[in-house]
């Protein structure tokens, strides 16, 4: 299985990406990850990253594509599939894969949705140095302007599936399987290689 699970700041990617992997015997590819990764390790790709987070810069679109397509070209993503956290981001980022995935389709998108006050209350309590109001904002902001369209293509595709997850952990989580579910069990949509026009 092919399948993205996005959603803003605090919505719980990270948690339930993590029990899908176990749940549905696929690799968790975590961007997150794989830039710390990088960075630690002390590659090409990784010393660019840590320059611009150093700087304070988000990291470039180019490097991130660069970093997640390695990874998809690993064995075990190529034979069991792969789960992408925090990956793509925007219409660029969704066009790259595409590119990379052809002639392969995605399977799903699962959209973890949370309104902005129940994001808000969730990363204010986890006394991260970053979550404050006026950051949590910003980020709020970005994944409104550059990842809500990239989810409104997805949807014109019949590839979303929006699961609400301000409820218990578990209830997402069996919410979240039993949606695929019935989505694997449709006639297969295949996301085409252009961008659905919005």
């Known amino acids: 299985m092919k399948l993205l ?6 919505s719980g990617k990270g948690t339930q990406s993590l029990r899908m992997s ?3 015997g696929i690799p968790h590819v975590s961007t997150g990850a794989l830039l710390r990764h990088a960075i630690r390790l002390g590659t090409p790709l990784g010393e ?5 987070v150093a700087a ?5 679109d180019a490097l991130v594509n660069e970093l997640v397509r390695e990874r998809l070209g690993h064995t075990t993503v190529r034979e069991r599939g792969f789960l992408l956290d925090g990956f793509p981001r925007n219409r660029a980022q969704l066009d790259g ?10 399977d799903a998108a699962i959209e973890l949705a949370v309104p902005s006050e129940i994001v808000v209350q969730r990363l204010t ?12 904002d910003t980020r709020l902001g970005a994944y409104e302007v550059e990842t809500s369209p990239m989810l409104r293509d997805l949807e014109a ?11 218990p952990i578990d209830v997402v989580t069996r919410d979240i ?22």
Do not use: F, Y
């Open 22 to 24: 176990r749940a549905l």
């Open 48 to 52: 660019s990253a840590c320059e611009c």
């Open 5 to 10: 699970i996005v959603g803003p700041p605090g």
């Open 177 to 198: 399987l039993a949606s695929l579910a019935q989505h694997r069990a449709k006639p297969p949509t295949c996301l085409p290689m252009q961008r659905v026009a919005v």
């Open 56 to 60: 304070g810069h988000l990291v470039p």
């Open 97 to 106: 894969l595409l590119s990379w995935l052809n002639p392969e389709a995605l």
């Open 125 to 136: 309590s986890r006394g991260r140095t970053d979550d404050t109001e006026a950051g949590i």
């Open 157 to 167: 595709a019949g590839l979303l599936i929006p699961i609400a997850a301000d409820r």
